[in-house]
C-alpha cells in the first residue's frame, strides 16, 4: 500500500523559511507528478505547486510563484516544497498528493483526480 507522509512544518516568523517534505513508502511514485494543497481553518483547499514526474517541469499557483520552490529526489521517493518569505496568510496545513499521470499541471483547487492523499503538516507563519 502506498502511503504519502507530510513533515517539516511549523512555526515560523514571517519573512521565515521552511522546507517541506513529503516521502512516499511502500511503492515508487517517480512516474507521477505530485502536487501540495494546502487548506486554513475556515477556507477551501487551495492548489500551492505541482511538479511533473521527472521533475523537468514545475507549475505554480500564482500567490507563491518566486517564493515557494517544488523540488523532487525520486531515488529518495521524496517531494519537497521550499517554502521562503513566508507570510501570515501562508498558514495552512500542508498535503501532498500523487496524480498517476507524469506530466503535471495546475491543479484544481480541490484537488480532484489526486491519489494517496497524506494526513498534511500544519504550517503556522506568525506576525
Known amino acids: 500500500q502506498v502511503q504519502s507522509v507530510e513533515s517539516g512544518g511549523g512555526l515560523v516568523q514571517a519573512g521565515g523559511s521552511l522546507r517541506l517534505s513529503c516521502a512516499s513508502s511502500?511503492?515508487?511514485?517517480?512516474?507521477?507528478?505530485m502536487g501540495w494543497f494546502r487548506q486554513a481553518r475556515g477556507k477551501e483547499r487551495e492548489f500551492v505547486a505541482a511538479?511533473?514526474?521527472?521533475?523537468?517541469?514545475?507549475y505554480y499557483a500564482d500567490f507563491v510563484r518566486g517564493r515557494f520552490t517544488i523540488s523532487r529526489d525520486n531515488a529518495k521517493n521524496t517531494v519537497y516544497l521550499e517554502m521562503n518569505s513566508l507570510k501570515p496568510e501562508d498558514t495552512a496545513v500542508y498535503y501532498c498528493?500523487?496524480?498517476?499521470?507524469?506530466?503535471?499541471?495546475?491543479?484544481?483547487?480541490?484537488?480532484?483526480?489526486?491519489?494517496?492523499w497524506g494526513k498534511g503538516t500544519l504550517v503556522t507563519v506568525s506576525s
Open positions: 498528493a500523487a496524480d498517476l499521470a507524469k506530466s503535471g499541471r495546475h491543479y484544481a483547487n480541490d484537488g480532484r483526480g489526486m491519489n494517496y
Open positions: 511502500g511503492r515508487s511514485l517517480s512516474n507521477c507528478a
Open positions: 511538479i511533473s514526474w521527472s521533475g523537468g517541469s514545475t
